[in-house]
């Protein structure tokens, strides 16, 4: 039977699952069917303290969307970008990157936090993920104003069952009226990920039908990503879960992902996420966190 838990802001409703990842409560329940082809991952998150902290944040070929409870709580920004820091963000769009970012967050976070898949991404913020790529945008700049009132009513809800039985309707709804991607670039996109970003551009194109030409353009305006951009990123995101997750070596991971060599991987990773394998491996790395 569910247990009906208490977590941060109110009581979970039953079948919510509350646990806790360092000083964080991490609140789930499974997911509708009509949401999971389009999810990565779907959680809320409440920290009992407000401990200031940075993470970088590393591609991971997902789109993101973060709703904050709270008060504006964080900026990010690439990875040696200069010049003035950026404004806060609260409710957040962030695009498909190739690329690191750094996120200064003072702590203290209410926030429910969904990981898209870049197809997923794309019905329900209808603009072409192009525009979105490498950028963190407000939530209503992609969802239109009633984005503000959506926050607001998830805000001023409790309970964490309550919460997700709102998202659940709203999500659903913006997603059935979406556009749909072409067969084409959704196909394309499955033998990418099916083949952790191993796989020439010229063989998808080929097994699609298309030009390579016409494939980059449909592709890169569904996804946000060149399928050459895509396949770097995927690639490197199975890397990292080798290294951190399932504990290769670097010289296993880079076999094993078809990197020509160990170089090879270190340079891919410096360019992607701004460290080493060896660093990655040993650094805490959470939905595309890596800990400074």
């Known amino acids: 039977m569910p247990v009906v838990a208490r977590a941060g802001s109110g009581v979970t409703g039953l079948g919510v699952d509350v646990t806790r990842v360092g000083g964080r409560r991490r609140v789930t329940r499974p997911w509708p069917a009509a949401l999971r082809p389009y ?17 970088r944040l590393v591609p991971t070929g997902r789109a993101v ?31 498909l990157e190739d690329g690191p970012r750094v996120c200064d967050h003072p702590g203290g976070q209410e926030a429910i936090r969904l990981e898209l898949t870049p197809l997923g991404a794309f019905r329900l913020f209808a603009v072409p993920m192009g525009e979105l790529t490498n950028r963190v ?6 969802l239109g104003p ?11 809800t409790r309970d964490w069952g309550a919460r997700f039985d709102l998202l659940d309707a709203a999500l659903t709804a ?9 067969p084409e ?32 353009r449909r ?16 690639r490197f995101h199975r890397a990292v879960g080798l290294l951190t997750r399932d504990g290769l070596t ?9 990197f020509y060599d160990q170089a090879h991987l270190n340079r891919e990773f410096r360019a992607l996420a701004g460290t080493t394998p060896g660093r990655m491996a040993a650094a805490r790395v959470a939905e595309g966190a890596l800990a400074l």
Not at 74 to 92: A, K
Not at 137 to 142: A, F, G, I, K
């Open 219 to 234: 592709f890169t305006e569904q996804v946000g990503l060149t399928p050459k951009a895509s396949a770097r990123v995927l």
């Open 174 to 182: 913006r997603l059935d009226g979406g556009p749909r991607p072409a």
């Open 185 to 216: 670039v959704a196909h394309a996109w499955r033998m990418l990920t099916r083949a952790g970003g191993a796989l020439p551009v010229g063989r998808i194109a080929a097994e699609v039908g298309w030009s390579q030409g016409h494939l980059v």
């Open 65 to 95: 969307v973060v709703i904050s409870l709270a008060e504006p709580f964080t900026r990010i920004r690439r990875l040696g970008e200069t010049g003035p820091p950026g404004p806060v963000t609260g409710s957040l769009v962030a695009g």
């Open 39 to 55: 999810l990565h991952s779907y959680a809320g998150y409440w920290e009992a303290t407000a401990s200031p902290y940075r993470v």
């Open 250 to 258: 670097p010289t296993e991971v880079s076999a094993a992902c078809g």
């Open 137 to 142: 945008v407000e939530l209503s700049d992609v």
């Open 146 to 156: 009633g984005a503000a009132l959506l926050v607001e009513r998830l805000a001023a």
